[in-house]
């Protein structure tokens, strides 16, 4: 295993070190001239030229004009010229400036990896133009000309690096799922007047339509000459591209140690990963995960991992991740693999089929499916048109109760769900969501009824017999201003309209509400974004008296992750600047919880696992009833982005967290909990610590 280990870091370094080599655009002149060298000559040659072919305008002769003007240019992936800007105070400077430039012939691209790229340089013309002999031309990301770029251009053109660094932004490839990350991107969208934002996560594609996705990460780039400083700070450690193929690869980690205040717990995360992305063509694309981890979290995780453990000896399932085995006796050895494959035959269409997990709304939230329980199989159909996005997702996933596992082998539940996404104006958006939940009875495998992208699943559903599923409806509601979006869900699992308005609390009432709003570079501050939220769920939500049918997945809920019986209110605080950033969230809610004693074992509809024939009462139902906690969070944090490509973070935390139920038992003490943690990860996918 080692010896493998140290064959494929080796292998790793050769590929990035050897096969990442960059080279200058080469003049004819300039072909039989050594590498080490190109520059030198590249520079002379087109110096030569613009001496030889410039004419100095008359006015500009007569006004004795004597100052340097800065071209900025490119050699364009296909060798030719193309001027960007000129810094000068005559139009008619400009003018010869792109007239010049024009008659240069096509060269030799530059080239990163074998393959032609685009090179953008700096070139400092002096006038009078006898005095350009000892002008240098500068690429357009060195340390000369990016730390004197503001005195030069006085911020009138942002300088950037235009070579391939970021292949995947014109993949399909999805972007990772990060709420921190996507809020930048929401506000972009929002901007444009046909974007859905609700189908997380998004397709580079999809967001390079509204976002110059390079332009973002360029304006991040330090500047760095040896190989290490760019891996570290501004690329992938390893990128190969062919004529018809690309592919990176990157190790990834979380590194964390903190301390619990309440028992004094050291606390730590060893995550090592690596991604693999890729492309064969312009339609496919590929990507995979793999995840090596071992940690031990503050108290209340732990014990919540504890309580959600699955049949067979594990110890626990860490929330967002998986089953986990037991290490060194106090802490956990969590492995996590996702992978997908994503195929785009047409503008219309992308299907994606893989392991990992989806979104569904706007909010930190979703009362239709979150991100909050482990990777799943799923297959997924997007279909855009005019102003409609139509989402088709159908998943795999499992029960790891004893009661529901057989011969070790785990249950299996299917989930098929429709979400049609319509721009009905500029500014309003309207969504549609449905889905059914259903298992093996009978031996019925997948069925093929809910393949159909059209039809309505709750037909479906009661056609094939009254207790054949479990079918939930949804409506979502965004409207977007300038600087402020608001957007809403409510989920109906069931209901009888009757009872409803009778307000008798019947305990099949079983819906949700979801109310929030977003508001970008608030108060005039650039990257400071706020968010609240609301979200309220009734009793019983998501559960159902088939064991089965509850729509949940590992022992964790596939929605909101308090599963039902709660309100809750949000506040989020978002800022950066360059690569520094902070953030921090407020949490505030009320949440019933069964007794779980000798003398009341009845459920109180806090439980999506709990079966309905089990609760205490047909009527009077409320939300919070039963245990009732109320549950206060608050989290900061602020860290560096040390790499824009990966998203790899360095960071510091605080999170505290008091937990008050009205009586208190061995499942849910009264707790009172600040965790300290710091660190450095890859931050790509959210990790829910808010429960």
């Known amino acids: 295993m080692k010896k493998t280990l140290l064959y494929f870091l080796f292998l790793l370094f050769s590929v990035s070190a050897f096969s990442q080599m960059e080279k ?27 001496v030889k072919e410039f004419k100095l305008p008359e006015n500009i002769k007569k006004d004795n004009f004597s100052e ?28 010869e400036v792109e007239r010049v430039f ?23 013309i002096l006038i009078p133009l006898e005095n350009n002999k000892q002008q240098n031309i500068l690429r357009a990301d060195t340390e000369e000309i990016v730390s004197q770029s503001k005195e030069i251009f006085k911020d009138e053109v942002q300088l950037v690096v235009k070579n391939s660094l970021f292949p995947e932004h014109n993949s399909n490839l999805n972007i990772p799922f990060v709420h921190t990350v996507y809020n930048n991107y929401d506000f972009q969208l929002n901007q444009a007047e046909n974007s859905h934002t609700a189908i997380k996560p998004f397709l580079y594609t999809e967001v390079a339509k509204f976002v110059d996705l390079d332009a973002e990460k360029n304006k991040l780039i330090k500047p760095k000459n040896t190989w290490f400083g ?6 992938h450690m390893a990128f190969v591209k062919g004529n018809d193929f690309w592919f990176t690869v990157d190790p990834m980690v979380d590194l964390q140690l903190g301390k619990d205040s309440y028992n004094g717990l050291n606390t730590f995360n060893n995550t090592r990963a690596i991604a693999i992305n890729g492309a064969i063509g312009k339609n496919l694309s590929f990507s995979t995960n793999f995840y090596e981890s071992q940690g031990r979290f503050a108290t209340y995780f732990n014990e919540y991992a504890n309580s959600i453990k699955p049949d067979g000896g594990n110890p626990a399932i860490i929330p967002g991740r998986g089953i986990a085995k037991e290490f060194n006796s106090d802490a956990y050895d969590y492995p996590v693999a996702e992978a997908y494959i994503s195929y785009t035959p047409s503008k219309y269409f992308n299907f994606q089929f893989g392991n990992g997990k989806n979104f569904i709304g706007d909010g930190y939230r979703s009362l239709f499916l979150s991100d909050v329980a482990s990777p799943y199989p799923f297959f997924k159909i997007n279909t855009s048109f005019w102003k409609i996005k139509y989402t088709n997702l159908f998943m795999t996933m499992q029960d790891v109760r004893p009661e529901l596992t057989e011969d070790g082998a785990y249950k299996q539940k299917y989930i098929a ?63 977007k201003l300038k600087n402020i979006s608001f957007y809403s869900q409510l989920l109906l699992d069931e209901f009888r309209i009757s009872e409803i308005t009778g307000g008798n609390g019947w305990w099949a009432n079983k819906n949700g509400i979801q109310i929030g709003a977003k508001y970008y570079n608030a108060f005039t501050i650039e990257n400071l974004f706020l968010q609240a939220e609301f979200n309220s769920v009734r009793p019983f939500t998501y559960s159902h008296d088939e064991l089965n049918y ?13 599963g039902s019986n709660f309100n809750e209110f949000i506040g989020i605080a978002q800022y950066s600047k360059d690569r520094w950033f902070a953030n921090s969230k407020i949490v505030f809610g009320k949440k019933g919880f069964d007794f779980n004693s000798s003398t009341d074992s009845y459920s109180y509809g806090g439980d999506i696992y709990r079966d309905n024939d089990d609760r205490a009462y047909d009527y009077g139902n409320e939300i919070g009833q039963g245990n009732t906690a109320t549950i206060f969070i608050g989290e900061l944090q602020a860290g560096y982005l040390v790499n824009p490509a990966t998203n790899l973070k360095l960071f510091g935390g605080i999170t505290y967290r008091n937990f008050n139920p009205d009586v208190p038992t061995t499942t849910f003490e009264k707790t009172s909990t600040t965790w300290i943690s710091f660190g450095l990860k890859t931050d790509v996918f959210n990790w829910y610590f808010d429960f």
């Open 68 to 95: 340097t003007i800065n071209v900025v240019f490119v050699v364009t992936s296909s060798g030719n010229f193309k001027v960007i800007y000129v810094n000068s105070p005559y139009k008619e400077l400009k003018e």
């Open 230 to 235: 760019r891996k570290l700070l501004n690329e």
């Open 417 to 479: 769900t429709h979400y049609l996404s319509w721009n009905a104006t500029k500014k309003l958006n309207i969504g549609l969501f449905e889905t059914v939940i259903w298992d093996d009875v009978n031996n019925r495998g997948f069925d093929v009824n809910y393949l159909n992208p059209l039809i309505f699943y709750t037909a479906v559903e009661f056609a094939t017999g009254s207790r054949a599923g479990n079918s939930l409806l949804g409506l979502s509601l965004k409207y």
């Open 24 to 50: 200058y655009p080469v003049f004819p002149a300039c072909n039989s001239v050594e590498i080490s060298n190109q520059s030198t000559c590249f520079n002379n040659q087109l110096k030569e030229l613009v």
């Open 102 to 124: 024009s008659t240069f012939p096509t060269i030799t691209a530059a080239s990163y990896n074998n393959h032609p790229i685009e090179m953008q340089f700096v070139f400092p």
């Open 550 to 562: 509850n729509y949940g997945h590992n022992n964790q809920p596939l929605a909101h992750l308090w």
